[in-house]
């Protein structure tokens, strides 16, 4: 069965800190890993990421993928308090049937 | 474009009934994905549509179906309804291809009383 494990589950910080969260994975074909941001609704997208040790920036926030020890991180750099929410993992994995596996999220809250 | 909507946005069930809600894509979004998220078990996929036929699907009891129409909007339905089914239901919509991005709808929230 496929597996996206989130960690930590939970975070607190101080405005201005730098976070990582991780994001590793067991997955049958495995096609793309995403990542996105949850406040108080839907979730939001905020990186694709398909090839190994490629970094995805936007902003403050990056992320990359190593795809050899199946993991990914989530950086936010000077956080602020608008970056408080639960980040999202998910890995597409399949064939022509693909399917996306999701982390049960990081919550992070960032105090001012 | 317009974003992915999700209607009703709020629902109070009764154990034993059923519900049907509703998700319509963005324009020219072929593909609609239903989720259900939870405080314990957090986002689990559900199904997917692609031209009208179920291409995906989660590991969910079949009290839980789907349909989509011609016009790629996507209907879900829960019959007989058990307290644990209250949860966030979302709805994602792409082209539908693998590599392209699920953008989602605002959600419902069904309480099932």
């Known amino acids: 069965e496929d597996k996206v494990v989130q960690s930590p589950l939970s975070l607190v910080v101080h405005e201005g800190d730098t976070v990582t969260l991780n994001c590793s994975y067991e997955?049958?074909?495995?096609?793309?890993l995403l990542w996105y941001k949850q406040e108080k609704k839907a979730p939001t997208f905020l990186f694709m990421l398909?090839?190994?040790?490629i970094e995805k920036k936007s902003g403050r926030l990056s992320s990359i993928l190593d795809k050899k020890e199946l993991f990914s991180i989530l950086n936010i750099t000077a956080t602020q308090t608008g970056d408080s929410a639960v980040y999202l993992c998910?890995?597409?994995?399949?064939?022509?049937?693909?399917?996306?596996?999701f982390g049960k999220g990081t919550l992070l809250t960032v105090n001012p | 474009k317009a974003g992915v909507t999700q209607t009703p946005r709020y629902l109070i069930k009764t154990r034993g009934q059923q519900v049907t809600l509703s998700c319509s894509p963005i324009?020219?979004?072929?593909?609609v994905s239903w989720y259900q998220q939870t405080p314990g078990q957090g986002l689990q996929f559900l199904f997917e549509y692609f031209s009208e036929t179920q291409r995906n699907k989660g590991n969910f009891p079949g009290r839980f179906s789907g349909r989509q129409f011609s016009n790629s909007r996507s209907e879900m339905n829960v019959s007989t309804l058990e307290l644990g089914d209250s949860a966030l239901y979302l709805c994602a919509s792409s082209s539908g291809k693998q590599t392209d991005t699920q953008y989602f709808g605002p959600g419902t929230r069904l309480t099932v009383l």
């Open positions: 324009s020219g979004h072929r593909s």
């Open positions: 398909t090839s190994s040790g």
């Open positions: 998910a890995v597409v994995s399949g064939g022509s049937n693909y399917k996306l596996t």
């Open positions: 997955v049958t074909n495995f096609r793309s």
